[in-house]
């Protein structure tokens, strides 16, 4: 049981395309976040969840959408792909009582 | 948002004890110190977070100014597992930031 999961882990599409992340957590965890990490550099936060159907900007949110109907999956969709945004994607859980974040392994897209 | 200054890259030797700053001269009262780390090709992983008082735990030790206006994370003693890339962290609102991090390098 790995706790947090993404897929794809590696994703190849082209400019135009509708690209769904998906991020899965076994925790229950209330918290979840998705965060994009650029060649060399950082990680910045594009959505979060504070729980089922509470979502909310991060700091780079243009292009993407997401949903959070059960509290288990937190779906991240790039509805027309751009090569701006080919990135390794990380989803995060925090529980209500944690500090910490946990992070899943990535997903790496490529847009061509 | 809250914003953090850390050099980008440190160097260490294997067994020496490691210090690496963070300032962070806009955090408020509320804000949360974190520190995460990324080793290659992972996504990072959780090492300490402190509010006021200074934080130890098995990983590491996290220094706080008094005013909070900087903090240090201390690895007591550096391995070459411990090459990665270090964040500092404010957190507020449940938000976390991540800056561009200190890049570690630790020499056998």
């Known amino acids: 049981d790995a706790g947090i999961t993404q897929s794809p882990r590696y994703k190849i599409t082209e400019t135009g395309r509708q690209v769904t992340l998906m991020c899965h957590q076994t925790?229950?965890?209330?918290?979840m976040f998705w965060y994009r990490q650029d060649l060399g550099h950082g990680l910045r936060l594009i959505y979060y969840s504070a729980a089922a159907d509470i979502t909310d900007k991060g700091e780079v949110p243009d292009g993407y959408v997401v949903s959070r109907s059960k509290t288990e999956n937190f779906p991240l969709t790039l509805e027309s792909a751009t090569r701006s945004q080919t990135s390794v994607y990380f989803c995060?859980?925090?529980?209500?009582?944690?500090?910490?974040?946990?992070f899943g392994e990535g997903s790496r897209l490529t847009v061509l | 948002d809250a914003k953090t200054t850390q050099p980008n890259s440190m160097e260490s030797n294997e067994e020496e004890p490691v210090h690496l700053p963070c300032n962070h001269s806009t955090i408020s009262g509320t804000d949360y110190i974190h520190w995460y780390r990324q080793l290659p090709s992972q996504g990072p992983e959780y090492v300490i977070h402190?509010?006021?008082s200074n934080v130890n735990n098995r990983m590491a030790s996290l220094a706080i100014a008094e005013d909070r206006k900087s903090s240090t994370l201390i690895l007591h003693r550096a391995t070459l597992r411990d090459a990665a890339v270090y964040y500092c962290?404010?957190?507020?609102?449940?938000?976390?930031?991540f800056g561009s991090g200190t890049k570690l390098n630790v020499k056998p």
């Open positions: 962290i404010l957190t507020r609102f449940n938000k976390f930031y």
């Open positions: 925790w229950s965890h209330s918290y």
């Open positions: 995060a859980t925090r529980g209500a009582n944690t500090g910490e974040l946990f």
């Open positions: 402190g509010l006021t």
